[in-house]
């Protein structure tokens, strides 16, 4: 597939190394805090910023996101306020323009509930570049979703984990566009594992299948320890539950977040 | 009927069974093999194809049946003076002569897609086109759209099913998928699932003719006694299935999910069996208002772990579990416990819940000289109760398929569980079902006074049920589930799970007839829940 203009695949076309993508859930911890804490990400220069849509249920998720989840959700979160916040988040009308590419992540029932294809026109609209939705499954999304995506410019990201078959990774390097999504263990989002030889095994043999696309570590990942070891295997990674810890803790200014994405890349 | 070798390749390639009543003809079992030399099957495709055979009677060629084929063959040509063609004769294929003559024989409908049978039609001596006219509709209905019951090889029933999962789940999902069928169709597990449900769970369960619920509800009522399994329900014909699949996969431990933990003890109860690690997870409400089903999990060496999360109960539990086999994908074998969750599982669990309906229809045959009843009855929470009592009867249109939901306080009340009232398609636990969601697709938290059926959705396979207009789904509320609990306490002596008091209480809202046959499906007992239904004595 080509797409003609999208930011996640401007941004692999000029860097490729120690790319940080960091992950806060909408309407967290307070419902306006969206635009803040994505402000706040941009200035301190994250490359790429994953918004979590929350969702009552996400099964891929450790406590530190699914409260994050709840507490969203109680503040009165739902992807019609999260479009709306992001509404001229790309204009220059209500301050500074965001440049920073953007995903959403979440899970699928609220996607189909809003409607596939007028959650791509909206994701369009407000400037949003791809999206992970964990619970949809490479064959379901080719069979039904893929040419809505592909109409809309979207890219949807998958993930590959260390059990992922050699055969089944070929697949999915030649259907994605934008990066893959390198789960560094078998663990739900949050884990403390560690990293360990085995990763580091599975790091490399991904590493030597040359694939296509760019790739991102994510899950774990959560100093600047494991920022570097990451970024030694693949492009870069992904900060999630620790950077939820972290606004929880000390707030959203944009000072607390630049504070936060130092202690990462240092 | 008799089912031509073109649609057994289809449900061969589809690891589907045709219709309980289907007779192969021996010349078909030949067709068969003769196609998975020429195609090359793998071992798994035959073995499955084998297995398929060995489940049907056979039609085999009888001396009688060769003046039928003497006389097909030349009808056929245009060559029987007493019945000749009106339009142009063709040579058929001889082995589809033997086929045709084989359910012209045995006076059955032939099922076929092949369009070559289409030449036999039109006059004929009036023996020879009963047979021949039967097979020309058989097949122009069999080529119109049908609505199926059976799993898709994606998954599917209708629009509902498939696996939504994280990728972090496709490998231990996909290794059960490839698996699973195989695994059941093997002689020796079939041996030792059999063994384990006559000898240890004490099956077959008993039909019983409940006469004085019959002569007060004016029908006549048998009850499927569930409630005679060992650990007191139902879940336990499943967790026998999967703990041997578990097994055959290598797997050393066991994670599971439970409501009112039925469920749970009867997965802790075959680990304890066969010594695999258990581990369960429950809501954390859920635990305290089921305190001795928890304590039975413990005593039967069983890790009991509290879902904090969400709602802390039956929803979270699942959750949890899934979590939990995200963390431990090799090792580790998740036994869900009703017909929800990403396929392999509906299908799987439906499967081994299909002893039910295997047994009714011996079982009624053998009372009433019929083996369908007029309405089947059963309890829906994940549904697979239903699923295992509606089984062998999917395909039989005369009878009617009832699933009673649970409401809770009423269905507009806020506080009920009624799924398919209130509910909408989405996505939940990896499959694509209905389920109780706001309009931003959240999952609402549902309610019941039944433990069991407080799930906010449904198995894939009701979904269908439900879309189709096949199953007729009553929504039973708190107080009327209770009512019919506490008499079929006096009227039978039995006392029945809350759950399974919703089955019984979707009765009196069927509008019977006094000839009408009811099979209810008596899920399970009422010990567990004597705390609730003591409030009420
Ligand atoms: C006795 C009994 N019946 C029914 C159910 C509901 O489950 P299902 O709908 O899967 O049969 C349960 C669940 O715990 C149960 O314990």
Request: aromatic residues 8%; negative net charge.
């Amino acid at each position: 597939m080509t797409l003609t203009q999208n930011r996640i695949t401007d941004l692999f076309a000029t860097k490729s190394e120690r790319l940080l993508n960091v992950y806060f859930t909408a309407g967290f911890p307070y419902l306006d805090d969206t635009m803040t804490v994505l402000r706040g990400l941009q200035a301190a220069g994250v490359d790429l910023v994953e918004i979590g849509m929350p969702y009552s249920d996400p099964v891929a998720d450790g406590e530190t996101i699914q409260h994050s989840n709840e507490r969203a959700l109680d503040n009165g979160m739902s992807l019609k306020t999260l479009f709306s916040q992001l509404a001229d988040c790309r204009s220059a009308t209500s301050g500074e323009p965001v440049t920073v590419p953007i995903l959403l992540m979440g899970y699928i029932n609220p996607v189909i509930q809003f409607g596939i294809e007028n959650f791509c026109k909206k994701c369009q609209e407000v400037g949003v570049d791809g999206v992970i939705l964990p619970d949809l499954p490479l064959d379901l999304f080719l069979d039904e979703y893929a040419p809505i995506f592909r109409e809309y410019g979207i890219l949807n990201v998958h993930l590959i984990t260390p059990q992922t078959a050699e055969s089944r990774i070929r697949l999915i390097d030649e259907e994605s566009d934008g990066f893959i999504y390198m789960v560094s263990s078998a663990s739900i989002t949050g884990s403390v594992k560690g990293v360990s030889d085995s990763m580091r095994t599975y790091f490399e043999r991904i590493n030597a299948m040359n694939l296509r696309n760019p790739r991102l570590i994510g899950f774990g990942i959560n100093n600047h320890e494991t920022f570097d070891m990451a970024s030694q295997y693949a492009n870069g990674a992904i900060v999630g539950s620790a950077f939820i810890r972290h606004l929880a803790e000390k707030g959203t200014s944009a000072e607390s977040i630049r504070a936060f994405v130092e202690t990462i890349r240092a | 009927m008799i089912y031509d070798t073109n649609l057994l390749i289809g449900h061969i390639r589809e690891r589907s069974l045709p219709p309980l009543q289907t007779i192969i003809s021996i010349v078909v079992v030949g067709e068969l093999e003769a196609f998975s030399l020429k195609a090359d099957w793998g071992a798994q495709k035959i073995d499955f194809m084998r297995y398929l055979i060995d489940r049907y009677p056979i039609g085999d060629i009888e001396f009688d049946i060769i003046p039928v084929y003497a006389q097909l063959d030349a009808f056929s040509q245009g060559k029987l003076k007493t019945a000749p063609l009106n339009y142009s004769a063709r040579n058929m294929g001889k082995n589809d002569l033997w086929i045709a003559a084989t359910a012209l024989y045995l006076d059955m409908e032939l099922h076929t897609t092949d369009n070559d049978f289409d030449r036999t039609g039109g006059p004929a001596s009036p023996n020879v086109r009963i047979a021949l006219s039967k097979a020309l509709i058989i097949m122009q209905t069999t080529l119109e759209p049908q609505t199926s019951f059976e799993v898709t090889n994606k998954g599917f029933y209708g629009h509902f099913g498939g696996a939504f999962i994280p990728e972090m789940l496709y490998p231990n999902v996909e290794e059960l998928r490839q698996n699973y069928l195989s695994i059941i169709a093997d002689p020796a597990f079939q041996a030792e699932f059999w063994q384990l449900l006559e000898d240890y769970v004490g099956r077959p369960t008993p039909l019983f003719l409940a006469k004085r619920l019959s002569a007060k509800l004016g029908a006549t009522i048998y009850l499927k006694r569930e409630d005679l399994c060992h650990t007191g329900a139902h879940k336990i014909n499943n967790t026998i299935g999967q703990i041997l699949v578990a097994q055959r996969l290598g797997k050393k431990r066991i994670v599971a999910e439970t409501g009112a933990g039925q469920h749970g003890v009867a997965t802790a109860t075959v680990c304890a069996l066969m010594g695999l690690e258990c581990i369960v997870y429950m809501g954390s409400i859920d635990m305290e208002r089921q305190k001795p089903n928890v304590d039975r999990m413990r005593m039967l060496g069983a890790t009991v772990v509290p879902a904090t999360s969400g709602s802390q109960t039956l929803k979270d539990a699942t959750n949890e579990a899934m979590r939990h086999w995200i963390n431990n994908p090799v090792d580790t074998h998740y036994i869900i416990g009703s017909v929800v969750g990403p396929h392999p599982y509906p299908d799987m669990v439906a499967r081994f819940q299909s002893v039910i309906s295997g047994e009714v229809r011996k079982q009624l045959f053998a009372k009433t000289g019929s083996s369908n009843p007029d309405y089947v009855v059963a309890c829906v929470g994940g549904g697979s109760n239903a699923a295992g009592a509606f089984y062998h009867y999917l395909n039989e249109p005369s009878v009617r398929l009832v699933a009673a939901e649970a409401a809770g306080q009423g269905v507009t009340s806020g506080h009920s569980a009624a799924t398919t009232a209130l509910g909408k398609p989405g996505v939940l636990h990896g499959s694509r079902t209905i389920l109780m969601q706001t309009e931003d697709g959240q999952v609402i938290e549902p309610y019941s006074i039944s433990a069991g059926l407080d799930y906010p959705g449904i198995g894939p396979l009701h979904a269908h049920l439900f879309e189709s207009g096949r199953g007729d789904f009553y929504a039973i509320t708190d107080d009327e589930a209770l009512e019919a609990g506490f008499e079929l306490s006096k009227l039978e002596g039995i006392i029945p799970a809350l759950e399974s008091a919703h089955a019984l209480a979707a009765l009196a809202k069927m509008n019977l007839q006094p000839d009408d046959v009811v099979v209810v499906c008596l899920s399970g007992r009422g010990d567990k829940d004597l705390s609730t239904y003591s409030k009420f004595l």
